[in-house]
């Protein structure tokens, strides 16, 4: 299964090819277009999760692209350009484009970028249930069994990570780095605390599963053995 659909743009039919093969080995599936209008289209008729929009087109420039485009859909748009002056690059985040890359680029840069773009414009889910816990993104609550439970910021974090993810193991250093932040300064136990802690306040709710020598995961429905941290 494709990772998504990507639409790119572009008048210049050896570039085109060269990006379409490489988006397509590393899983995604590739629409093409070589002018404005021809865009305007595919965006409007297709399914599309992202589009790769060059500035300078035939028959509709790559701005007025960008700003047609708005005007029904939300899809993530990368600009790309050959110039480097900021205006340009202004000018398309102004018309509604999430990011921008200059030309030349290398695929590795793409990649990245699309990758980078398509995370930050996922949507967010608002609401998590798992066995007897519920959690509200919007309403930053946490409910056992329908009882509200008190958490600190982090630990409400912590859980939601976990949450949002059922079954992907973190590490200890991973969960650092997402939420405390690169600039942390204690220790990996900081984690371990704030499971203990968390697993306290859940009341015996089984859902936090520990990975010996790894770190932890939100457990799934499949899931039978689990080692815990003592308490």
Known sequence: MAKGKILVVDDEKLLVK????????????????????EAIRLAH????????LDLMLPKVDGFT?????????????????AKSEDIDKILGLEYGADDYITKPFGMMELLSRIKAVLRRCAPVKSRFVM??????????????????????????????????NPGKVFTRDMLLERIWGYDFG??????????????QK??????????????????????????????
């Open 65 to 81: 692209v960008c700003r047609t485009i708005r005007s029904f859909s939300n899809v993530p748009i990368i600009m790309v350009t």
């Open 131 to 164: 066995g007897d816990v519920a959690l509200d993104n919007e309403a930053h609550t946490v409910t056992v069994k329908g009882k509200a439970v008190e958490l600190t910021y982090k630990e409400f974090e912590l859980l939601r990570c976990l949450m949002e």
């Open 45 to 52: 008729d297709e399914s599309i999760d992202l589009i790769l």
């Open 18 to 37: 060269g990006i379409k093969f490489n988006l397509e080995q590393d899983g995604y599936a590739v629409v093409t277009a070589f002018d404005g209008e």
């Open 186 to 199: 204690g220790e990996t136990r900081t984690v371990d605390v704030h499971v203990r802690t968390l697993r």
């Open 202 to 231: 859940l009341e015996g709710a089984d859902i936090v599963r520990t990975i010996r020598g790894v770190g932890y995961s939100a457990r799934l429905e499949e899931d039978t053995d689990e080692e815990k941290i003592p308490t």
